[in-house]
């Protein structure tokens, strides 16, 4: 070791006082390099001269194994703690020797045996370490006996075991499988069952290990009378309700579990984060009956007392602070809490929060810390994409979801193909001048080549314009939305023969037009989603209308109401299923002699019924009714940081769009008017800032001739 290693350090510097504590610093420093055995200093006092007398541990020189035929030296050198060229250590030595009979252990050799001879060349200070290994026999389990097993078949439990005749004998593994042996008696009735330490035997050769287990099962019991005793905040009845245990069942453990963790949850809810809730059991071995007592303490209602936000980087403490329901000196209540969560991960922007309760002097006052860990606010993207609508488009986006650190949000966003150019900007601030309300605008300029049966140009649509919205939030759950919107929209470039029905039979009845759209929306929204952008339960109700023209000028008159509905229902473990309904009437008023085209209702895509192309269902010039139905069965595929990034869905869909409510017709088929249906599936990518949805759908009500099938690539959920 260089002097100016140990120099760097050291405190004690010339022309320094001297101090005895810093010295003892000095010397645990030094010790610190884990280069030298031992550390010790004198000082004169006369000239205050301090000399740090340092002994080197012995530099490891080579390390050889002798004796080792089932394990490679290569293998034996990378896996042991113990390095060449490192300098020694004890410790390591005594870690080397515990792996390496573990690596033996795990293939068998449980006999193995090890010495270790160290030698050092007193001149140069170096060490040569020698592993002798004694391999012994390969130890494997030569059989497994279940000793006092009555109620089931042994095979039935040695399927439950990891541990299995012909395989190495894995202590570790054993005692889990005695843990699954005692829980799958208990999930049977069987709750005093007692699982034995296991017998260890081998045959004269120590080549075969034979396990015996023995297990006294016990009485069978089925649930007799629930009680409840200490209980003041909640009726008997009420507690009753929590119950997910009844009366005349088969005792299952882990059901009684949940059932207990449930009361403990509906005191939470009220505050009580101290009760206890204790189980009291009296069998009754004769008749096969537990009857079990809830004992339970109540203790005293919990206040918040501080809020604690720890871990952010880039966004400010007020953004958290503000989505927190639970405010300081509010009862201590779990519901709250959980929202909180839920409304901080909707953010977009929060990788993870965990909450941690923290005691104070009062028993009755807890502190709340929320140790955030911020994710990736924002995504610069490029990149290409095929859709049957707009062919080959490229796409560069900029989205920020944390501008600032104050959560605002904002997109820039330009497509560009040969029959789409695309370019807007939108900005949202969520708490508009520190309130519950959001305010956002928005430009846009689009133009799009529209294309009718076989006539891939049949017009072309350009609209550009600018919106403005307001959203205040009533509650955690119950948001308006109110917007305004002014837009020059024109058709141009009709090719004529889409007017007279040549490509598909039916003229599409469109002209070239300049017009202008002055309107506003208001919308009604109720939402109880866990996760806004990866919901595992809850639902999501909207009602929208939206007028144009009248008193808001341009030459473009129409009311246009939407309601939509969305349920999310949690599967068996991650699994949702989520249904969604969508219905939409449009209807002109006023100077406007019909509805334009642009504003009327397509149906087929990926954003409707999938497994047609777009626009293929229902009127060629759209229809001013729709009905569309989704059903989605998602399931995760790749999870990290407690988040789904990929899923896969399987997906139903099924709908229509009519000219007027007197075509409607609730019957599936091919005919213009009737319900159309799709199958297929898909995969998600679900990322707050860029969620991506390939969805491949078959459709079941095609005309022949029509593709049967159609691939989809979009950005964004389609409900």
Do not use: C
């Not at 004198?42 to 301090?50: L, N």
């Not at 005594?94 to 033996?104: A, D, F, V």
């Not at 759908?697 to 159609?710: R, V």
């Amino acid at each position: 070791v260089k002097e100016k290693t140990v120099r760097n350090q050291i405190k004690s510097k010339v022309g320094r006082y001297y101090s005895e504590d810093t010295i003892k610093s000095d010397i645990q420093s030094i010790l610190g390099l884990n280069s030298f055995e031992n550390v010790e200093v004198a000082v004169d006092t006369a000239t205050w001269r301090v000399t740090f007398q340092v002994k080197e541990k012995p530099y490891i020189r080579n390390i050889n194994f002798k004796g080792n035929k089932k394990i490679s030296t290569g293998k034996l050198k990378e896996e042991i703690p113990l390095k060449e060229k490192e300098f020694f250590d004890n410790a390591k030595l005594e870690e080397s020797k515990t792996k390496i009979l573990s690596l033996y252990a795990d293939k068998g050799y449980a006999d193995a045996k090890l010495e270790v001879y160290p030698t050092i060349d007193e001149n140069t200070n170096q060490m040569t370490i020698s592993f002798l290994i004694t391999e012994g026999n390969r130890i494997v389990i030569g059989s497994i006996n279940l000793e006092g097993v009555k109620a089931f078949k042994p095979k039935k439990i040695l399927k439950l075991m990891k541990t299995k005749p012909k395989k190495v004998f894995k202590e570790e593994t054993l005692q889990t499988d005695l843990k699954e042996i005692e829980k799958f008696y208990k999930n049977n009735g069987y709750i005093q069952v007692k699982v034995g330490e296991p017998q260890i035997s081998y045959n004269p050769q120590r080549t075969l290990m034979n396990i015996s287990i023995p297990i006294d099962e016990g009485p069978k019991y089925k649930i007799g009378q629930i009680t409840f005793s200490g209980n003041t905040v909640y009726t008997e009845q009420e507690l009753r309700k929590a119950l997910t245990v009844k009366p005349g069942q088969i005792y299952h453990d882990e059901d009684f579990q949940e059932t207990r963790q449930a009361l403990v949850e509906l005191y939470s809810d009220k505050g009580y984060l101290h009760s206890q809730i204790e189980p009291e059991f009296n069998p009754h071995p004769d008749t096969g009956i537990m009857d079990i007592n809830f004992s339970i303490t109540e203790g005293p209602i919990v206040y918040l007392g501080k809020l604690y936000v720890d871990g952010l980087t880039s966004t400010k403490e007020f953004v958290i602070r503000r989505e927190v329901t639970l405010k300081e000196g509010d009862v201590f209540a779990a519901p709250k809490i959980r929202r909180s969560l839920e409304k901080i991960y909707n953010l977009g922007f929060i990788d993870s929060v965990e909450p941690e309760i923290q005691p104070t002097d009062k028993p009755e006052v807890m502190d709340l810390v929320l140790n955030i860990a911020e994710g990736k606010p924002g995504v610069l993207s490029a990149g290409a994409g095929y859709s049957s609508i707009d062919q080959l488009v490229g796409t560069l986006q900029l989205q920020h979801i944390n501008l600032f650190g104050r959560a605002e949000r904002l997109n820039l966003l330009w497509e560009f193909g040969a029959r789409k150019q695309n370019y807007e900007i939108d900005w949202t601030e969520p708490w508009f001048l520190n309130r519950p309300m959001s305010l956002g605008l928005g430009l846009f300029n689009t133009e799009r080549v529209r294309d009718y049966g076989s006539v891939l140009s049949a017009y072309t649509e350009g609209r550009k314009g600018a919106s403005v919205r307001v959203g205040p939030r009533l509650s955690d759950y119950l948001s308006l939305l109110f917007s305004y919107t002014y837009e020059e929209v024109h058709v141009f470039n009709v090719d004529q023969a889409v007017n007279a029905g040549i490509p598909a039979g039916q003229p599409l009845n469109v002209t070239e037009t300049n017009d202008v759209s002055s309107s506003i929306l208001g919308q009604v929204i109720w939402d109880t989603r866990d996760n806004i952008f990866d919901p595992s339960r809850g639902n999501r109700q909207s009602l929208s209308t939206q007028l144009s023209g009248g008193p808001f000028g341009g030459n473009i008159n129409f009311v246009k109401p939407i309601a939509q509905s969305s349920w999310f229902f949690p599967s068996f473990w991650k699994f949702v299923f989520t249904l969604n309904g969508t219905f939409g009437m449009i209807q002109n008023f006023g100077s406007s002699t019909d509805v334009p085209i642009y504003e009327r209702f397509y149906v087929g895509g990926a954003e409707t019924i999938r497994g047609y192309q777009y626009r293929e269902i229902g009127p060629a010039n759209g229809g001013k009714m729709m009905l569309v139905f989704n059903a989605e069965y998602k399931f995760p595929i790749v999870q990290e940081k407690k988040r789904t990034i990929l899923q896969g869905a399987f997906f139903f869909d099924l709908g229509n769009a009519w000219t007027s409510a007197n075509d409607f017709s609730w019957e599936i088929g091919e005919a213009e008017n009737k319900l159309h249906a799709g199958v297929g599936f898909g995969i998600r990518f679900t990322t707050p800032v860029f969620p991506l949805r390939l969805d491949w759908g078959y459709g079941l009500n095609h005309k022949p001739g029509e593709e049967q099938s159609q691939f989809y690539f979009t950005i964004g959920n389609i409900f």
